[in-house]
């Protein structure tokens, strides 16, 4: 987890420039795991096991799978729980000469109602390239297990530069690195991707097998060949890719069908946000007081098609809301029901 600090900060308008080639590292590529927290550092403690306890157990995981590759050489920023600064971690990153540094995570929410992955990547030049096309793997890997893709983003500090210390203090260093959250631990639709050793051991794996994608690794045993595996191409951005920080511009909600003997509603949503996608949406029968759980945007583009159960009892009127892959929500007027 990591907290937030929103500022205001000018950004340029993204112009994209020439289109950047996806970066094979001079062999053998030094890839550098970092289980994010450690010693004081507890990260996200809602669990009884605090967060730092998870990020070096999938580190560990992630490290053996993918020494099962040739011409690889892995890392781990620290394997005794201590405390390490992140400029700290990005400097054995550079010592080492990494190609690349992941940073490990788990996530929560302050009002625990999110759920999914995301990937957190550098917001400039050919580290940004080399960030989304990397994140591109993981999110994949995320969501064969069921997991929610909740983006690839970049966050701007109040100096104008990378939010994310690591991601910061690697980036000074020319050294692509990228923020891995791998689920919430605190939703019921994520929580069964931790409460076992075998799903921990699957989030490393996968996260080994993303790596090996993206370098285009082929195993030791000559069984597993990714070396002519094409991941993602992107464009590296001509300006600074900034993060989303305004809501979705507005949420329409249109009732389609009322059947008041099964008490279903059928509505038509529409928004619109232009800067990041749609998120997930919820909705309110007692005016906004209290919401249901969110679920996901599942549209075509701004539009989508919600049914929902109202229960039992009278209710006087509906209300729906929108939220973007910044988590910045939209509320549409209320629905009369009689
Ligand atoms: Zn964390």
């Known amino acids: 987890m990591r907290k937030f600090v929103f500022g205001a900060v000018l950004c340029l308008a993204v112009v994209f420039g020439f289109s950047g080639i996806n970066v ?48 690889v050489k892995v890392y781990l ?25 992941f940073s490990l995570h788990f996530n929560m929410s302050i009002s625990h109602t999110l ?32 997991l929610f893709n909740r983006g690839i983003k970049t966050r701007i500090g109040n100096s104008g530069t990378d939010y994310y210390g690591v991601i ?30 075998e799903k921990l051991k699957e989030f490393g794996v996968r996260d080994a097998e993303a790596v090996a994608r993206y370098f285009g690794l082929i195993s030791k045993d000559g069984n597993t060949d990714y070396s002519t595996y094409a991941p993602l191409a992107v464009p590296v951005p001509a300006a600074r890719v900034c993060n989303d920080t305004t809501a979705p ?8 069908n009322y059947d008041r003997t099964e008490k279903y509603i059928t509505v038509e949503l529409n928004s619109q946000d232009n800067e ?13 007081a209290t919401w249901s759980a969110y679920q996901p945007w599942i549209g ?34 209320a629905i009369r029901l009689n």
Request: one cysteine or more.
């Open 77 to 101: 920023t620290h394997t005794d729980d201590v405390d390490m600064s992140l400029a700290e971690r990005a400097e054995f990153a550079q010592n080492v000469g990494a190609d690349f540094l």
């Open 115 to 146: 759920y999914g992955s995301e990937v957190w990547i550098p917001s400039l030049g050919e580290l940004y390239s080399q960030g989304y096309s990397a994140g591109n793997e993981f999110i994949k890997q995320f969501s064969e297990m069921g």
């Open 24 to 71: 094979k590292a001079a062999e053998p590529v030094v890839v550098v795991i970092d289980p994010g927290h450690g010693g004081s550092n507890l990260g996200t403690d809602y669990l009884p096991i605090p967060e730092k306890n998870y990020t070096m157990m999938v580190a560990l995981y992630m490290k053996e799978q993918l020494e099962t590759y040739k011409d």
């Open 249 to 256: 511009l507005y949420l329409n909600a249109k009732l389609i």
């Open 300 to 333: 075509n583009g701004n539009i989508m098609t919600a049914t929902v159960n109202l229960g039992f009892g009278k209710k006087s009127s509906i209300m729906f809301k929108v939220t973007n892959k910044y988590d910045l929500e939209a509320v549409s007027p």
């Open 168 to 197: 910061r203090q690697c980036a000074i260093r020319d050294i692509p690195a990228i923020i891995v959250e791998h689920c919430h631990v605190d939703n019921i639709n994520d929580i069964a991707n931790i409460q076992s050793p």
């Open 276 to 288: 990041s996608a749609l998120q997930y949406y919820a909705y309110s029968i007692d005016s906004g």
